[in-house]
C-alpha cells in the first residue's frame, strides 16, 4: 500500500490518518485470526472486526464519501460508487457473521472472505482515493469532529455491556 500519513497535509492528517489507522487495526485482526485456535477467541476477533468495519463504513459513508463527491464529482464518482457496493457486500457478510457461532459451518470462510473484500477495499483507497484527496489539497478538518461523534455513536450502539 503506497499511502502513508507522511504524505498528508496537516489538513488532512488528522481525517485520512484515522481511516488507515481504522484499516491497520482490521488488518491486524483478520491476520491474527489466521493463526488463532481457540474458538472463542476467534469469535471476540470476528465481532471486534464487524463492529470496528460497521463504523469504519459509517462514517465514510455519511461524512468522507459525501465530501469528496461534493468537492468533485467528476474524479471521486466512481470510485465511491465502488466503495459503496463494496461497503454493501461487507455489511451483509457482516450481519451473516454477527448472528454466527464459531461452530457453524461457513464461519471461518465468511470471516476470510470479509477479509479479502475489505483488503481490496483498503488497498484502492490507500493507493487510489487517499493520494488523489492529498493531491487536490482538500482541507477535511471540517470532517474529523463529525466523524468522531458518528464513530462514538455507531459503537455505543454496537458494542453491549457485558
Do not use: W
Request: with cysteine.
Amino acid at each position: 500500500m503506497a499511502m502513508n500519513k507522511t504524505h498528508l497535509t496537516k489538513v488532512q492528517k488528522g481525517v485520512i490518518g484515522m481511516l488507515i489507522d481504522d484499516h491497520r487495526k482490521v488488518q491486524k485482526l483478520f491476520k491474527a485470526f489466521e493463526s488463532e485456535e481457540d474458538s472463542a477467541r476467534k469469535q471476540e476477533m470476528v465481532m471486534e472486526a464487524c463492529t470496528e468495519l460497521t463504523a469504519h463504513a459509517e462514517i465514510e459513508e455519511q461524512h468522507f464519501y459525501p465530501f469528496l463527491r461534493d468537492a468533485n464529482p467528476e474524479k471521486f464518482g466512481d470510485l465511491l460508487d465502488e466503495a459503496i457496493v463494496e461497503h454493501a457486500s461487507a455489511k451483509e457478510l457482516i450481519e451473516q457473521l454477527m448472528a454466527m457461532s464459531p461452530d457453524d459451518e461457513l464461519y471461518e470462510a465468511k470471516f476470510t472472505v470479509l477479509a479479502e473484500y475489505t483488503e481490496h477495499h483498503i488497498e484502492e483507497e490507500e493507493d487510489e482515493l487517499f493520494p488523489e484527496v492529498a493531491a487536490e489539497g482538500y482541507d477535511l478538518r471540517e470532517l474529523e469532529a463529525p466523524m468522531l461523534e458518528t464513530r462514538e455513536a455507531v459503537l455505543g450502539q454496537l458494542v453491549k455491556p457485558a
